[in-house]
Every structure is written in structure tokens, then in C-alpha cells.
């Protein structure tokens, strides 16, 4: 089955510092959604973009829906301990429901 | 309003053995999807169904795997005849009408010897 591009696959940052991830895809996706998952859980929504160019934050957490709509990116600023976890792209072709497509995660680390 | 339910959290078969996990959504939730996730990679889509519907199989293996979700009680995700490859993290998620956003549950790790 179909995998999102999602880059870096691991980084390891200075807490506070700021942190950048993006996911690609060779088809469109109406929804872009990013999740986090923390070691033997499910993943949690972070944030949910649902138009093109759709820049959207969430304290400090900022995503944006590519112009194409095959592409989003998730910026994480001053970066704290509690920020480690891997980071989950996903994408809905439709929207409504329908099943997720995700990418292969961003693991970080955040040295502190 | 609880979260959405997966027990057991973790799993233990033989080879040959059938495991049985099970997934209760949020309440007033009637869509329910599986998917399956491997060491260092991205969870990817099973089955979704609706209340004794199943929309969209594509992503379940022909053989062996069967999922459902009855009127009454939790879906239920069956593996038949397990083989260590169908070890993983199982995940359940649900969403209500009308919304997009799907909640995950915790997951059952399934483990083959």
C-alpha cells in the first residue's frame, strides 16, 4: 500500500531549539493531519489542515498545506524535553470517512 | 468521555494459535477503522467499518484475517492461524458522523512465537 514521503526519519536537537518535518506525495490528499506517538501508545492528533495553503498553529506547533496539495510541513519552536516522540504525517485522499495514508514517522530527540 | 478502548493490550500466540483482538470506539462513535503497525514503520490502513458494515477491506490480507463490528459490543479484528509475520501493533481507531478526525486507541502488540 501507498506510503507518504516524510523526512528527516530521525533528528536530535538542544532543547530549545526549533524543528522542521515534511511529507511529500506523488498523488493529492485533501486532508493533511499530523500525529504524535509516544512509546506503547496510539498516536494523538496534533493538528488537522483541510484546505490548500492552510497555514494553521497549534501552541507551538505550525503546519501548513502545500499549494499543490501534495506536501505539508510541521514546524515545532523552542523545543522542549516532552517534545520526543516520533511525528506521523497522514493524508486523506477524500476527506470524510475515509482511511489515512501515513508516512514512516520522524523520531526525535531532544537533549536538554 | 472515555477514549477509545483495545484490549488486550499486548497479545501472545503460538504459531497456528487464532488471536483476537478487540476495540470498543468512543461512545457515539459508528465508524471504526484497523490498522497495522511494524517495528519503525507507519501504521497502515486494514479495514473500516461501519455498525455490521464493512465499507472498504482493501488494506486486509485475503487469508487468515477478519474484522467486524456487531450491532452490539466492540469490533473484533481475528487472525487465523497466526505466523510470526503477523507480529505487530494492531491500532483502532473510530470517528463519529459527520467528522473526519479519527482517535486512536492504544494499541494491542501482538507478539508470534
Known amino acids: 500500500g501507498q506510503q507518504l514521503n516524510q523526512s528527516p526519519q530521525s533528528m536530535f536537537i538542544q532543547e530549545g531549539e526549533d524543528v522542521s518535518m515534511n511529507c511529500t506525495s506523488s498523488s493529492i490528499f485533501n486532508t493533511w493531519l499530523w500525529y504524535k506517538q509516544d512509546p506503547g501508545e496510539g498516536p494523538v492528533l496534533l493538528i488537522a489542515?483541510?484546505?490548500?495553503?492552510e497555514l494553521t498553529s497549534n501552541g507551538r506547533l505550525t503546519a501548513q498545506f502545500g499549494i499543490t496539495r501534495k506536501d505539508s510541513f510541521l514546524n515545532i519552536s523552542a523545543s522542549i524535553p516532552s517534545d520526543v516522540g516520533i511525528y506521523f504525517c497522514a493524508g486523506q485522499r477524500q476527506g470524510g470517512s475515509e482511511k489515512l495514508v501515513f508516512g514512516k514517522g520522524t523520531k526525535l530527540t531532544v537533549n536538554p | 468521555n472515555a477514549g477509545v478502548m483495545q484490549n488486550p493490550r499486548h497479545l501472545v500466540r503460538r504459531r497456528g494459535q487464532e488471536a483476537r483482538l478487540r476495540c470498543s470506539p468512543m461512545?457515539?462513535?459508528?465508524?471504526v477503522y484497523w490498522y497495522r503497525q511494524l517495528p519503525e514503520e507507519g501504521l497502515k490502513f486494514m479495514v473500516y467499518?461501519?455498525?455490521?458494515?464493512?465499507?472498504?477491506e482493501s488494506g486486509m490480507p485475503k487469508e487468515r484475517f477478519s474484522a467486524e463490528f456487531p450491532k452490539e459490543g466492540p469490533s473484533i479484528l481475528r487472525i487465523q492461524q497466526v505466523v510470526r509475520g503477523d507480529s505487530a501493533a494492531y491500532f483502532c481507531?473510530?470517528?463519529?458522523?459527520?467528522?473526519?478526525?479519527?482517535?486512536f486507541g492504544p494499541g494491542t502488540r501482538l507478539t508470534v512465537l
Open positions: 481507531a473510530s470517528s463519529p458522523d459527520l467528522e473526519d478526525t479519527q482517535y
Open positions: 489542515l483541510y484546505k490548500a495553503g
Open positions: 461512545k457515539g462513535h459508528s465508524h
Open positions: 467499518l461501519q455498525k455490521e458494515n464493512i465499507i472498504d
